[in-house]
């Protein structure tokens, strides 16, 4: 097969692609929220335990988070055009098989799958990006991208509550799901005329001994927290604890030991010593683990604790949706002197915003004007923030080393979705259980997440000063 020419960032083809992969991209990021604001309804329908709501949205993200790298690998090995069409496909299979779930390990098993399909055609994207685009028709692409990374968990929100209070064809909550059926088969037309061919690269290799090796870490941290709590911390979710702990130390032996045999590691040594890669990664995976866990347990007090329905609690992170699109997009309109300071301006303004949200609740569980004002402050950082991150740690990057890399940190960012779910939802769910207010329980829980979005400031800050 023939390497086909890369097409003009300017003109029709270039567009088409840019539209058909960020929709893709939309869709997978829709699915890490748009589930949020059906909860409610699932606990009532399927007679969920606490724990099981927490696996049926964070199971998605830890399928997609860990096999991300391997997706991407997969992508060059098997070109990204086929790769984001099979897991487009599985995808779209796997989430008409949500909507279409009996019970609650149904769709939790069916949710693995959709993050599987997710895994497969979201590292495509980027590196569709990183090869389709250049100079600043390239930073213009990337800052849409991160715009859709983000503001795609946001718009899962509001969708989710539009959805299932229309309950159409009386779906329910089945709707969140089923409305990726139709999207995904428009694009499944779409995607083989429209995405460009090129030659696999038959030296790529999966690292299956570092893809299980992260697979297993991954598990042994996140699921013990889920599920420990309602089950009282047993000794087997403390055992689990500290084997991922130190997991992480054996993965990265692992790493070095095929890296050793000459054969592809999941986190090739070249890409993790391009500048600030792996201090954007960590600040990316910080962010995350506030925005994720700020939204999940933000979701939860609304409907269960204010009585408001999927639609109007969706409504209620309009602010942040709308702020955080503003400021991805327009951020580049900003003196390039200033680019670097901005990540941390941004992410103290998030942390401001958190902390003013914990004070306002600490009053009153009403989400009043002010509550609104200081959501919009925290999507308004966050967005300042993203998108410079991702831009400038991938712009040190070289083309053919743009799978690996945006594997990196999109990994970073599923993983802190996954872990701000599982550590914050946890914590709401035993606080809600040991305080007569759960009011207090937010406030607590805004105040962590305060300290967390500040951590992340300070990683930032050790990044530019590097």
């Known amino acids: 097969m023939l390497e086909a020419p890369v097409p003009d960032a300017t003109g029709r083809r270039s567009l088409a692609v840019l539209v058909v992969i960020l929709t893709g991209q939309f869709m997978a990021v829709l699915d890490g929220s748009i589930v949020?604001?059906?909860?409610?309804?699932?606990?009532?329908?399927?007679d969920t335990s606490g724990a099981a709501l927490q696996l049926i949205v964070a199971g998605y993200v830890i399928a997609y988070a860990v096999l991300l790298i391997a997706g991407a690998r997969l992508g060059d090995r098997f070109t990204q055009r086929r790769m984001f069409i099979a897991g487009l496909a599985v995808f779209t299979l796997a989430s008409l098989a949500c909507g279409l779930a009996w019970n609650e390990v149904s769709l939790i098993v069916f949710r693995f799958g959709q993050g599987?399909?997710?895994?497969?055609?979201?590292?495509?994207?980027?590196?569709?990006?990183?090869?389709?685009?250049?100079g600043a028709a390239r930073a213009r692409a990337l800052g849409v991208y991160a715009a859709i990374v983000s503001g795609g968990l946001l718009a899962g929100?509001?969708?989710?509550?539009?959805?299932?209070d229309a309950d159409l064809g009386g779906t329910g909550w089945r709707g969140v799901f089923l409305v990726n059926v139709p999207i995904g088969l428009a694009l499944l037309v779409l995607a083989p005329r429209v995405l460009p061919v090129t030659d696999p690269r038959t030296d790529r290799t999966v690292d299956g001994p570092g893809l299980v090796t992260l697979t297993a870490t991954v598990l042994l941290l996140v699921v013990p927290l889920v599920l420990g709590r309602e089950l009282g911390f047993p000794l087997w979710s403390w055992l689990c604890l500290g084997a991922g702990v130190l997991g992480i130390a054996v993965f990265v032996q692992v790493e070095r030991a095929v890296a050793g045999r000459g054969r592809d590691p999941l986190f090739a040594p070249q890409v993790l010593g391009a500048p600030g890669l792996l201090a954007t990664a960590t600040t990316l995976l910080l962010v995350m683990a506030t925005f994720g866990g700020w939204l999940f347990v933000s979701t939860i007090h609304m409907q269960s604790d204010l009585g408001?329905?999927?639609?109007?609690?969706g409504m209620q992170f309009l602010p942040v949706g709308?702020?955080?699109?503003?400021?991805?997009l327009c951020w580049q309109r900003v003196p390039a002197r200033l680019h670097a300071s901005m990540i941390p301006f941004g992410l103290v303004v998030s942390a401001a915003a958190l902390g003013w949200l914990a004070?306002?609740?600490?009053?009153?569980?009403?989400?009043?004007?002010?509550?609104?004002?200081?959501?919009?402050?925290?999507?308004?950082?966050?967005g300042l923030a993203f998108s410079p991150l991702m831009t400038?740690?991938?712009?040190?990057?070289?083309?053919t080393l743009a799978a690996d890399a945006g594997g990196i940190l999109v990994t970073s960012v599923q993983l802190g979705t996954v872990l701000g779910i599982a550590t914050i939802g946890s914590m709401l769910f035993e606080l809600a259980g040991t305080t007569a207010d759960p009011v207090t329980a937010l406030h607590l829980l805004c105040m962590v997440t305060a300290l967390v979005a500040a951590a992340s400031a300070t990683v930032a800050v050790?990044?530019?000063r590097r």
Do not use: E
């Open 116 to 134: 599987v399909g997710a895994a497969a055609l979201a590292p495509q994207v980027m590196t569709l990006i990183q090869r389709t685009f250049t």
């Open 308 to 313: 408001y329905s999927a639609l109007r609690t």
């Open 392 to 399: 400038r740690a991938l712009a040190a990057v070289p083309t």
């Open 322 to 328: 709308v702020m955080f699109a503003m400021a991805g």
């Open 36 to 46: 949020n604001v059906a909860i409610a309804s699932i606990r009532s329908d399927l």
């Open 462 to 464: 050790r990044r530019i």
């Open 359 to 382: 004070w306002l609740l600490a009053d009153s569980a009403d989400i009043g004007a002010q509550a609104a004002i200081a959501f919009g402050l925290f999507g308004l950082g966050n």
């Open 157 to 164: 929100q509001i969708l989710g509550g539009l959805i299932v």
